[in-house]
């Protein structure tokens, strides 16, 4: 069921509980209600890029590939830390860091 005991005896009830932990903590939480997950791998890289030639928004936003399993793009999510703090860029450019699954 949906619902959440603490310790004190205060139940709660949602439309959906979200418990995120690695699978061991999880299966202990839900007393085993969880199937092991499949491994995954993720990598990510850091490279600079001339400012002048960045065409993204520069807020400081994480960019998402929400399909997640589209081969034809392999970036799972992309931001621009010199957005953020400029520190990490330079006068001419900026960090970009980009992370793949698999």
Do not use: W
């Amino acid at each position: 069921s949906n619902e959440i005991v603490l310790e004190d005896g205060n139940v709660y009830k949602a439309r959906a509980v979200l418990v995120a932990t690695e699978s061991e903590e999880a299966k202990r939480l839900l007393l085993g209600q969880v199937e092991d997950p499949i491994p995954r791998s993720t990598s990510c890289v850091y490279f600079s890029t001339p400012k002048s030639a960045c065409t993204l928004p520069m807020d400081p936003i994480l960019y998402l590939n929400g399909d997640g399993n589209d081969r034809n793009r392999p970036v799972n999510n992309m931001f621009v830390p010199s957005a953020v703090a400029p520190s990490y860029g330079t006068e001419s450019e900026h960090l970009i860091s980009a992370s793949t699954v698999g």
